[in-house]
């Protein structure tokens, strides 16, 4: 009795692989065209939160605490220099996700892509490090002018409101990341599929 629903099973099981169809070459295409706009908008985005964060940065320093020591300027810039380089990464970014053309031959297509998906991976990594790095380093060589403005509770306030801030920013570059590389991976994993194809 037992073969006979194992057998059954079995049947089934054959029944329901062989009803699957592979989805055509023009939907995997259009799939994988869907998933690169889907990270270029992120690209977009990324753009537009760090400009805004850039522009009141800036607005703060010029307008509200037009700062005077030399080590508060060496902040400002690594801060507002880490901003702006991030923004220029990203618009490369853009530019090197329009070079990547699923009409192209297969081989082009699947090398581009692969190119792009390993600078990404190298800009999330090392990169996105040394600029969080540099700009809380910068954060912190206000600290001392700020001194000279505010009372030490004050200042020890700032400071660790800074650690909280980041904890928070950091969590969401951290979402923003994993979102992003998860759909590149989908979209790596599309282009070899049209490659089998």
């Given at each position: 009795?037992?073969?006979?629903?194992?057998?059954?099973?079995?049947?089934?099981?054959?029944?329901?692989?062989?009803?699957?169809?592979?989805?055509?070459?023009?939907?995997?295409?259009?799939?994988?065209?869907?998933?690169?706009?889907?990270a270029v908008n992120?690209?977009?985005?990324?753009?537009?939160?760090?400009?805004?964060?850039?522009?009141?940065?800036?607005?703060?320093?010029?307008?509200?605490?037009?700062?005077?020591?030399?080590?508060?300027?060496?902040?400002?810039?690594?801060?507002?220099?880490?901003?702006?380089?991030?923004?220029?990464?990203?618009?490369?970014?853009?530019?090197?996700?329009?070079?990547?053309?699923?009409?192209?031959?297969?081989?082009?297509?699947?090398?581009?892509?692969?190119?792009?998906?390993?600078?990404?991976?190298?800009?999330?990594?090392?990169?996105?490090?040394?600029?969080?790095?540099?700009?809380?380093?910068?954060?912190?060589?206000?600290?001392?002018?700020?001194?000279?403005?505010?009372?030490?509770?004050?200042?020890?306030?700032?400071?660790?409101?800074y650690l909280l801030?980041?904890?928070?920013?950091?969590y969401s570059i951290?979402?923003?990341?994993?979102?992003?590389?998860?759909?590149?991976?989908?979209?790596?994993?599309?282009?070899?599929?049209?490659?089998?194809?």
């Open positions: 009795m037992s073969d006979l629903l194992e057998d059954l099973k079995n049947k089934w099981d054959d029944a329901k692989e062989k009803n699957l169809q592979r989805p055509s070459t023009a939907e995997v295409i259009n799939l994988s065209k869907k998933k690169m706009k889907g992120m690209h977009i985005g990324n753009i537009a939160i760090l400009t805004i964060t850039l522009i009141g940065i800036s607005a703060f320093f010029i307008y509200v605490a037009p700062l005077q020591w030399v080590l508060s300027h060496i902040g400002i810039v690594l801060m507002t220099g880490g901003l702006l380089l991030r923004i220029l990464i990203e618009c490369y970014s853009i530019y090197r996700a329009s070079k990547v053309k699923i009409s192209d031959s297969t081989a082009v297509s699947s090398g581009k892509s692969l190119r792009f998906y390993a600078y990404r991976k190298r800009i999330h990594g090392p990169v996105t490090i040394s600029i969080l790095i540099a700009y809380t380093l910068g954060f912190y060589l206000l600290t001392p002018e700020f001194a000279t403005y505010f009372t030490t509770t004050q200042v020890v306030l700032i400071d660790l409101s801030a980041a904890a928070i920013f950091g951290r979402k923003g990341i994993k979102d992003e590389m998860r759909l590149l991976n989908e979209w790596k994993e599309l282009q070899e599929e049209i490659a089998k194809e």
